[in-house]
């Protein structure tokens, strides 16, 4: 079993910059790969962001890439999302997943634990 808690989300305007973490407890966190996915009000749960186990290897969203930025610490068991340039269309409910079958995922499928999410509003 693995637990996962975001924190750092909140009202940001358009241009401003936030920082996501998500905590995780339980089953080894450096072995697995981990996820952000966000949900916007009506509509499907989408990737944004992955990283492998190491680190070593990242994967990115389209609509994100070049403005935000996964890492991971082993060590505080710890994935941050830094998101910069934020725009309305960010907006949405953010979550933290991790993949324990997968060596990194970009599907919601592919995810077996989540956060209850935090929620990012981008105003403009």
């Known amino acids: 079993q693995v637990q996962l808690v975001e924190s750092g989300g909140g009202l940001v305007q358009a241009g401003g910059s936030l920082r996501l973490s998500c905590a995780a407890s339980?089953?080894?966190?450096?072995?697995?790969?981990m996820g952000w996915f966000r949900q916007a009000p009506g509509k499907e749960r989408e990737f944004v962001a992955a990283?492998?186990?190491?680190?070593?290897?990242?994967v990115y969203a389209d609509s994100v890439k070049g403005r935000f930025t996964i890492s991971r610490d082993n060590v505080k068991n710890t994935v941050y999302l830094q998101m910069n340039s934020l725009n309305p269309d960010d907006t949405a409910v953010y979550y933290c997943?991790?993949?324990?079958?997968?060596?990194?995922?970009?599907?919601?499928?592919?995810?077996?634990?989540w956060g209850k999410g935090t929620l990012v509003t981008v105003s403009s």
């Open positions: 997943s991790t993949g324990i079958r997968v060596p990194i995922g970009t599907r919601v499928d592919d995810m077996d634990y």
């Open positions: 339980g089953r080894t966190f450096r072995m697995y790969s």
């Open positions: 990283i492998n186990w190491s680190g070593s290897s990242t």
